[in-house]
């Protein structure tokens, strides 16, 4: 009934992929995560009073249906990350503002050459079962998500690079990884929600990790149940229980949430906000990475020609954009991506609609009343089709005639192929996005939709990943950067705000940069 | 919805057999309905395998774009959907294992199909005839009251509570009854069905007050209308004036002789109205987030499915077959026409 965004995302394996994707950081050297351990894992409420303990919590989550499932390295449906960020943890752990932070991993050093990695475990950290994690079931859940022969979400790219031969559990609490490739942000690829750790003896049947709720019950589309874990190495939860209700409907979640049924939702529609705040509820809207961009091949006509593509850039009103497709729920873009990554290029001036100037490169290029197609379609998400019709409407001012057409599906034999279109993409930091999206496909640039081939860009983008100092990384990436902003096949518009809603009395939400409803951490919660 | 031009005319239908006695006519009789039923329903499991079959490659449209890179998977898919063999001999297998009781193996979670069905199944079926159970006994109560007063001030005013209601769709009824309710006005009933893990949806008998309520009043309006039209064609005739002139009082010929004699148009418009919601409840189930097969359905559609979709279809198709068979029994057993046309 709804066309809901987030919605769509569950629908494609594809989709999964890229949201779940090898967010990729470059902030955490091993420098700062030696000097970070301890308790960081868990935060304070966010309410003013004093947050109580007890009760139930039943979260009404966006979607799922018969694909839903437990498995901590391969979540399908909205449900299904919520119950993996509460059920399991990574070694590392995304916080608030989209920074590495220890979880299950006290520390985490590279070697100088950046191929031997050596991981400390969290002493006292036990599973659920009360067995205690060791550097074997850190080792054992790698080899499930990094399997080289069928890799899960997060282990895409670290299957490439893990030699499992030299690979090994030195003692209980310390694993060393080598890799047989130098990769500086190894650390990035193991904080993904979906490398969480689990025993070796792990059964899907009745899930045990390390998280602050036991696995109780799961009905597959329906809903799930967990209790909280007394044992749990941070701060226990606040509430007794959580339940996890599937909701196919929009209407119903926000009606149940109304009726007082349900505490938190996520992935709330635009147009249902005012319904929540007039019922005495609450919006939690948190900053993404995520992005829906017009992609253009770069070597084809008529945008092989690097004016055109500068042209087409000038003409978008990205204000606009993110007021009519966003309802305003979003911040501008620059053409670039990863805008959390401690590398982003914010010194480049931020790129505004210039009609005269683009007709002037128009021009220049030979292609005054230039026709294009450009190629959408539902299955992006609801922003797509409504941001190509808009930009029909700003073309037509540099009298750019463009041509919208809709195809279902759209992610088929076409897609990639395309040379006018649109994608979506979810947070994530440079270096990974750079290669899934920009670099040749036998190089790992498994998206790449704009056939963007440059080498210069690409020998950056791998003089980085292989470079531990964070300075001189940064330095490489912003020249990377300053490449794709004046050439690349991207226009990046906005980035989409996350709106979230919960319950009058709900307290110890915060917004997370990454995932939503801050990042489902519900034991930070109190009703 | 005027279901009465198709009421199936048992005398037309069912030759009566000569020379048998009266106990094989009906055996036979019945035998023969319910070899109808099992033809109509066997056509059906054909013209639902093709016409899933003919939806394209299931594999592509599950895989979408990773059918390319992901060619591991897409060997196992074609070895579950046994995508090698030819058309007859999956529909035979399929057919097989549907009569042995084992519609097969979700492609969307690998699980048994029966295992995840069984429980929507019951589900729905109990919404259905728990709105029935009302509905029934409603519609009827309105038709008398309705043509008691024909066209009488009560009668324009029912009728026109009726068709306004039979006008508005029944998920429009029922996001005002969850404004009126549980959200907006009142808050005295749950706006949605909140799932306790493995229970049932009615063990919490608040939760199905707003289900069951749309539903019946999506429904009513209709058997109503019909009910209060044969009442109403009835009472004209002459024997009911025959009755009052010989003075049996009012209330006596309305339950006794009109009533009994426009209960089979009744019965087949509720039969109708059953069958439909069966398969049609999909809108209210997904309105109060009701675990049932209507939903299922539509997500299991979603995923391309297939043996999810197959079994679920056949599943409601048998229960418009049932539905309408029991329909039809209960016609011709209130009707001493039809009753001594097949003994006889």
Redesign the interface.
């Known amino acids: 009934?709804n066309q809901n965004p987030r919605r769509d995302l569950q629908?494609?394996?594809?989709q999964l992929?890229k949201y779940s994707g090898v967010g990729v950081a470059a902030v955490a050297g091993s420098s700062f995560l030696a000097a970070c351990g301890g308790n960081g894992g868990s935060g304070g409420g966010g309410g003013d009073e004093p947050q109580s303990s007890g009760g139930i919590l039943?979260h009404g989550a966006t979607g799922g249906?018969?694909?839903?499932?437990l498995d901590p390295h391969q979540p399908v449906t909205n449900p299904d990350i919520a119950r993996v960020c509460n059920l399991y943890e990574p070694l590392l752990i995304w916080n608030n503002d989209y920074e590495l932070e220890p979880a299950l991993a006290e520390s985490i050093e590279a070697s100088s050459d950046a191929r031997t990695w050596t991981i400390k475990m969290r002493p006292g950290v036990t599973f659920h079962n009360g067995k205690d994690v060791t550097a074997e079931d850190a080792l054992f859940s790698i080899q499930r998500f990094a399997n080289p022969k069928?890799p899960l979400s997060a282990g895409g790219q670290l299957s490439q690079i893990i030699d499992f031969q030299s690979t090994k559990a030195v003692d209980p609490t310390t694993l060393k990884l080598v890799l047989n490739t130098p990769y500086a942000i190894l650390d990035t690829l193991l904080a993904e929600y979906t490398a969480g750790i689990i025993p070796t003896d792990f059964d899907v049947k009745n899930p045990v990790g390390t998280g602050a709720f036991v696995y109780?019950?799961?009905?597959?589309?329906?809903?799930?149940?967990f209790t909280r874990y007394s044992g749990y190495w941070g701060d226990p939860a606040f509430v007794d229980e959580l339940?996890i209700?599937?909701?196919?409907?929009d209407?119903?979640?926000v009606?149940?949430l109304?009726?007082?049924?349900?505490q938190t939702v996520d992935n709330l529609p635009y147009n249902l906000i005012d319904t929540i705040e007039g019922?005495g509820g609450g919006v939690l809207v948190s900053d993404t990475g995520a992005w829906v961009p017009f992609t253009m091949r770069v070597d084809v006509e008529p945008f092989s020609d690097v004016r055109v593509r500068q042209a087409m850039r000038l003409i978008v009103d990205r204000q606009a954009m993110i007021d009519q497709t966003l309802s305003g729920y979003g911040s501008l873009g620059n053409d670039l991506y990863a805008p959390f990554d401690p590398a982003y290029a914010s010194d480049l001036p931020q790129r505004e609609q210039d009609i005269d100037q683009a007709k002037a490169l128009l021009q220049q290029a030979g292609q005054e009343g230039m026709q294009v197609e450009l190629f959408t379609g539902d299955d992006i998400g609801s922003v797509a089709p409504a941001a190509a019709n808009l930009f029909v409407e700003q073309a037509k001012l540099a009298g750019v005639d463009v041509k919208v057409t809709k195809k279902t599906?759209f992610?088929?034999?076409d897609?990639?192929s395309y040379p006018f279109a649109q994608d979506f993409w979810n947070t994530r930091n440079y270096i990974a996005q750079a290669v899934v999206g920009t670099f040749p496909p036998e190089q790992g640039g498994?998206y790449n939709e704009t056939h963007w081939d440059n080498e210069e860009h690409r020998s950056l983008v791998n003089a980085a990943a292989r470079e531990l100092d964070e300075t001189k990384r940064a330095e490489l990436l912003h020249d990377a950067q300053e490449i794709e902003y004046e050439e690349g096949g991207l226009i990046i518009w906005g980035f989409r705000q996350q709106v979230d809603g919960y319950a009058a009395g709900v307290q110890g939400l915060e917004p997370h940069k990454y995932l939503p409803l801050g990042a489902y951490r519900f034991d930070k919660v109190s009703v | 919805m005027t279901q009465v031009a198709i009421l199936p005319d048992p005398l037309k239908e069912v030759a009566p057999p000569r020379g048998r006695s009266g106990g094989a006519a009906w055996a036979i009789w019945l035998l023969r309905r319910l070899g109808l039923a099992v033809l109509t329903l066997w056509l059906v499991s054909v013209l639902v395998f093709v016409a899933t079959a003919a939806l394209g490659d299931p594999v592509r449209a599950i895989?979408?774009?990773?059918y390319?890179?992901?060619p591991?998977r897409v060997a196992q898919l074609e070895e579950q959907l046994n995508a090698d063999d030819g058309l007859i001999s999956r529909y035979l297998s399929w057919l097989g294992g549907l009569l042995t009781g084992d519609p097969g193996t979700?492609l969307?979670?690998q699980?048994p199909v029966w295992g995840?069905i069984s429980a929507n199944v019951v589900n729905t079926l109990v919404l259905v005839l728990l709105a029935a159970a009302v509905m029934i006994p409603l519609a009827f109560g309105i038709a008398m009251i309705s043509a008691h007063y024909r066209r009488r001030r009560p009668d324009t005013v029912i009728q026109t509570i009726l068709l306004a209601l039979a006008g508005v769709p029944e998920f429009v009824t029922g996001?005002l009854l969850?404004a009126l309710f549980?959200?907006?006005v009142f808050?005295i009933f749950?706006?949605?069905t909140?799932?306790?893990?493995?229970g049932r949806p009615w063990d919490n008998l608040d939760g199905m007050v707003l289900p069951v309520a749309t539903l019946v009043l999506a429904v009513t309006p209709h058997v109503s209308r019909i009910v209060r039209a044969s009442l109403l064609e009835v009472l004209d005739s002459d024997y009911v004036e025959l009755a009052r002139l010989k003075g049996i009082p009012e209330s006596v010929v309305m339950r006794k002789h009109a009533l009994l004699n426009a209960i089979v148009p009744g019965i087949q418009v509720i039969a109708l109205q059953l069958a439909w919601l069966a398969g049609g409840v999909v809108l209210v189930e997904?309105?109060?987030?009701y675990?049932g097969i209507g939903?299922?359905l539509?997500?299991?559609v979603?995923?391309h499915?297939v043996p999810?979709v197959q079994a679920l279809t056949i599943i409601i198709a048998a229960v418009y077959i049932v539905v309408n068979l029991v329909a039809d029994l209960l016609s011709v057993l209130l009707t001493p026409r039809a009753r001594t046309a097949i003994s006889s």
């Open positions: 009934m629908l494609s394996r594809r992929l039943i249906g018969s694909k839903d499932t069928a109780e019950s799961f009905e597959p589309g329906k809903t799930s149940t339940q209700q599937d909701f196919a409907d209407n119903a979640k009606n149940a109304q009726a007082g049924q349900i019922a599906p992610y088929d034999d897609y990639l498994t | 895989l979408g774009r990773d390319d890179s992901n591991g979700s969307a979670n699980q995840q996001i969850v549980s959200t907006s808050n749950p706006a949605v909140i799932a306790t893990p493995g997904t309105l109060f987030s675990p939903r299922q539509v997500d299991s979603r995923n499915d999810m």
